[in-house]
């Protein structure tokens, strides 16, 4: 007569049939972990991914405005004595939508172009007031060297291709100091002083500019307007 044996089943056959508590805190835990590694230098990828883009936008107006100095015997796009920097149309005897961004960049693009795509475009684009027709958030500054505002001791003149440096920093994300806050690439309206700003200079090279390589430039009011140093990188 043959016994029937009975097979127990061993303490790792029944650990087959499920996680335990522990084991599913540590796998919740490793993930956690890996997504606090993970989404600083995702958002450090996005900040660098933005600025690339507001520097190739930079270039692309400043390309356009040396074309347009080509077409007025060396003269770049006329910036309208008393104007800020960061105005593009105006009441005066010039217009530079009208009279730039239209012919040299082309009809309809002032918003996808003229704008810095950085967190200042959340508060500060095409649809907020005084942006919508009037100002843009790039800073422009083909002034004449004894233009009234410069806050530097020696400024370029930036009118013309014969008078203006190749090194001398022609246009940049808006960073604007007003009422306490910074306007700025990387700063939507806050007392907060800014990492820095991208800048192309007459030559047509961008770069981008840590805070501690710019400096006060130009002022209008109780507004003060800060560039990249020339030459600086």
Known sequence: MHSISVQ??????????????????????????????????????????????????????QTGAYTYATDANGWFPYRTGGANPHAM??????????????????????????????????????SSSGYDFKHVTYAYYAYA???????????????????APSHATMWTCMTLLAGGNYFAHNVPIQPIVPDGQNAVRVDGSASWAQWGRMELAFQRGSQQWFWAKPGSH
């Open 8 to 61: 127990k089943r061993s303490p790792l056959m029944c650990r087959a049939c499920g996680f335990t508590l522990i084991e599913l805190l540590v796998v919740i835990s490793i993930i956690a972990l890996l997504i606090a590694i993970l989404l600083p230098a995702l958002a450090a990828a996005r900040a660098t991914a933005t600025r690339v883009k507001c520097a190739t936008q930079l270039r692309q107006i």
């Open 89 to 126: 149309q105006s009441t005066n005897d010039y217009d530079l939508h009208e009279g730039f961004i239209v012919p040299y960049l082309g009809d309809g693009v002032r918003d996808e172009i003229m704008f810095c795509p950085g967190p200042l475009l959340e508060l500060r684009n095409p």
């Open 145 to 163: 060297s004894d233009e009234d505002g410069w806050q530097i001791s020696s400024p370029p003149n930036l009118q013309t291709i014969d008078t």
